[in-house]
């Protein structure tokens, strides 16, 4: 089956961006020390550089006791109540939210602008990342019937893995258009299980994947299911 252009061009800047970043010292994301409002400014000790002109942040991290206090920027991005047991993580600057566990804790996943895992389970994580894109939406790479299959085969698998596709739902949320699929990827000696998030929105292809090992995957399911329809794009 052909692969359209514009998803052809995806997969590419994708795979590129991955490599170079993969590539390079990534600093070590430092979890803050204290629970930052979303109606405050970042300081500018908050900010490094990543060693190409460009900076990761320390974006906002909303615990359930922060959310409770007047978070006026916050409150239309979270316009539904978090669940219990899970936190909000917000990236204004860049242009979106998801929540996570509360139990999880920040790490660097190379490629992602993002990342939280299980303290123990490694392999039970969430990462963002995103890459430019002259789309303004999702259905401008194709028909998603296609788009997702190219995606998991191309971008998020190995070459010796085989893919499996369980369940693709769509969703419009604000005006802008989402897609969440679930995936599973094996290999000879494993297997995982995934579900994936994309969006775009202010130039960018966004990407959210949470999952687990497939043997786990039954008793996770739900908790990572809420994480995959939590994420949402902002304006910036």
């Known amino acids: 089956m052909a692969v359209s252009s514009a998803i052809s061009s995806t997969i590419m800047a994708s795979t590129a961006l991955t490599a170079i970043r993969s590539s390079m010292n990534v600093h070590m994301l430092q979890p803050p020390s204290i629970t930052i409002k979303a109606s405050m400014q970042l300081p500018q000790s908050s900010i490094t550089g990543d060693g190409e002109g460009n900076f990761k942040r320390r974006p906002l991290l909303l615990g359930l006791g922060a959310l409770s206090l007047s978070l006026s920027p916050a409150t239309s991005i979270f316009a539904e109540e978090i669940p219990e047991s899970y936190s909000a993580f917000v990236d204004k600057r ?120 497939e043997r786990r995957w039954r008793k996770v399911r739900n908790k990572m299911k809420v994480v995959a329809d939590s994420f949402k794009v902002l304006d910036i």
């Open 94 to 213: 860049d242009g979106y939210s998801y929540v996570y566990p509360s139990d999880w804790r920040e790490f660097d996943f190379r490629g992602h602008d993002s990342a939280f895992k299980d303290r123990y389970l490694q392999l039970q994580n969430v990462r963002l990342s995103f890459i430019p894109t002259e789309n303004s939406d999702i259905h401008d790479l194709g028909p998603l019937s296609e788009v997702v299959p190219q995606l998991v085969k191309h971008v998020y698998a190995a070459p010796n893995q085989i893919v499996d596709i369980m369940e693709m739902k769509e969703k419009i949320v604000d005006g802008k258009s989402y897609c969440t699929f679930e995936y599973v990827l094996t290999s000879p000696n494993f297997a995982r299980s995934a579900f994936a998030t994309i969006a775009i929105a202010n130039g960018r292809f966004y990407t959210l994947i949470v999952g687990a090992n």
